[in-house]
């Protein structure tokens, strides 16, 4: 008797969520929180807000990370143009629980929390907010992968994961989907969605640059963002020039003291 080879409806099932499930939303976002970053970096960013196309607004600002215990500090300085030069700003990343962020703000000459219940308020008149320029636990959302292979703007081959918040209290937006490079772990394309589930911004990666740090480690480090509020029809785009990495830099650009200070 002549035996044929026949995959019944629920192998046929298995297989295919075999292969779905290879991966999923919580473990691309995992691996984007657990990214290795550069001990230190350094850069001249330029900022330019634009409406309709059109360059309203050019910006220099000076920026200091470091990566201490897996855990990230930023600082920025603005240094031009008038109206926003000697403004800084400076956010901790703690575990478990909100970032901590101040700002100094020459006009009123003292430096001040940025309360949680700011967190929606834009970022120095720019189009990100300031819960933009903070991070996100992973466990506070629930991640879905809604396709593993998929092109978006520069980038190709990229995975797409819903990210929605468990408490809707939690976040300004009521769901981001982001498309991430497979290589690097890199979101290079999110969508933001305001609470009533209308597309509110686009968050998009223009460039990643790789560079050398200690022990030859290769870094992809992204060096052209781009806010843009569709609503609004307004962007801001920073770009990284003069990038340093791994040179250590001191203590004092990660305190409330040099944002007063300025030194």
């Not at 703690?94 to 430096?111: A, M, R, V």
């Not at 939690?170 to 989907?177: F, H, L, N, T």
Request: charged share 30%.
């Amino acid at each position: 008797m002549k035996m044929t080879k026949k995959l019944t409806a629920v192998a046929v099932a298995l297989l295919m969520g075999a292969s779905a499930f290879a991966i999923d939303g919580t473990e691309i976002m995992q691996k984007v929180f657990d990214r290795k970053k550069p001990d230190f970096t350094q850069a001249a960013v330029l900022l330019t807000l634009t409406k309709d196309g059109k360059v309203e607004e050019t910006r220099k600002v000076g920026e200091y990370g470091r990566c201490k215990n897996n855990l990230t500090d930023m600082t920025m300085v603005f240094l031009s143009p008038a109206k926003v030069a000697n403004t800084r700003f400076l956010v901790k990343e703690n575990e478990g629980k909100d970032d901590d962020k101040w700002i100094y703000l020459p006009d009123l000459k003292s430096t001040r929390r940025i309360a949680a219940s700011d967190g929606e308020k834009s970022f120095v008149g720019t189009d990100f907010s300031y819960d933009d320029m903070s991070s996100r636990e992973v466990d506070e959302d629930t991640h879905k992968l809604l396709k593993e292979s998929e092109d978006k703007g520069n980038f190709k081959n990229l995975y797409v994961v819903e990210s929605i918040p468990k408490d809707p209290k939690s976040s300004q937006y009521s769901k981001r989907i982001s498309w991430v490079t497979k290589d690097s772990w890199i979101p290079t394309y999110i969508e933001l969605y305001d609470k009533k589930g209308n597309l509110l911004k686009v968050n998009e990666i223009k460039s990643i640059t790789q560079m050398s740090g200690n022990g030859g480690h290769v870094y992809n480090i992204p060096t052209e963002n781009v806010m843009t509020n569709v609503q609004k029809k307004h962007a801001s785009i920073m770009k990284l020039g003069n990038l340093k990495i791994d040179q250590p830099l001191a203590e004092r650009f990660f305190t409330t003291d040099f944002l007063t200070n300025g030194k």
